[in-house]
Antibody, heavy 121, light 110 residues
Framework: QVQLVQSGAEVKKPGASVKVSCKASGYTFTTYGINWVRQAPGQGLEWMGWISTYNGNTNYAQRLQGRVTMTTDTSTSTAYMDLRSLRSDDTAVYYC??????????????WGKGTTVTVSS | QSALTQPASVSGSPGQSITISCTGTSSDVGGYNYVSWYQQHPGKAPKLMIY???NRPSGVSNRFSGSKSGNTASLTISGLQAEDEADYYCGSYTSSNTVVFGGGTKLTVL
């Protein structure tokens, strides 16, 4: 079945970087893009960006531009989200979510279970 | 990009129908038929319930329906069941080629 398996929880100090992985299975990886969405404790969903698994094109949320990089490794069907210069308000559950289409239309269907990232000194 | 506006909470009794609104602008909800709705139970990942304003993914109950008028999209749940109690989020494609979510609505089944 289609699933996205994310890497384990991380604890980081302010100013550090974190890289979260998302391994896809059950479908052809390059057919659908991957979105990253985060959710701070007790808060709503925040879209972070999207990457085309077909050609590597990216769209990032403006407020994260310059701090976030999304990449893929098609040989292992894995997407990565790298967030730098971490602050306490980056503490959140980070989700990867498959786009419904190869092109970007903002919709997602299958979600990973989430990766908890805690930023604390 | 400001978040889409949803009511913080709605409630209904089993068997009743409820509607959750999601208000944006002509740059997001009103400008495109790319509105999605997600259900999230505590401690779980969101689940897609509606895409492209009114389409249901395979496996989602037909008690869930979506619509749009102008800059406001709506999710209607008919025949409320206890298992429908969850948080619901709308999301829309925007003219900036990004996604904006609503703040979320907590549904309580009385």
């Amino acid at each position: 079945q289609v699933q996205l398996v994310q890497s384990g929880a991380e604890v980081k100090k302010p100013g550090a970087s974190v890289k979260v992985s998302c391994k896809a299975s059950g479908y052809t990886f390059t057919t659908y893009g991957i979105n990253w969405v985060r959710q701070a404790p007790g808060q709503g969903l925040e879209w972070m960006g999207w990457i085309s698994t077909y050609n590597g094109n990216t769209n990032y949320a403006q407020r994260l531009q310059g701090r976030v990089t999304m990449t893929t490794d098609t040989s292992t069907s894995t997407a990565y989200m790298d967030l730098r210069s971490l602050r306490s308000d980056d503490t959140a559950v980070y989700y990867c979510a498959r786009g419904r289409m190869r092109y970007f239309d903002g919709s997602t269907d299958v979600w990973g279970k989430g990766t908890t990232v805690t930023v604390s000194s | 990009q400001s978040a889409l506006t949803q009511p913080a909470s709605v409630s209904g009794s089993p068997g009743q129908s409820i509607t959750i609104s999601c208000t944006g602008t002509s740059s997001d909800v009103g400008g495109y038929n790319y509105v999605s709705w997600y259900q999230q139970h505590p401690g779980k990942a969101p689940k897609l319930m509606i895409y492209d304003v009114s389409n249901r993914p395979s496996g989602v109950s037909n008690r869930f329906s979506g619509s749009k008028s102008g800059n406001t999209a709506s999710l209607t749940i008919s025949g409320l069941q206890a298992e429908d109690e969850a948080d619901y989020y709308c999301g829309s494609y925007t003219s900036s080629n990004t996604v904006v979510f609503g703040g979320g609505t907590k549904l309580t089944v009385l």
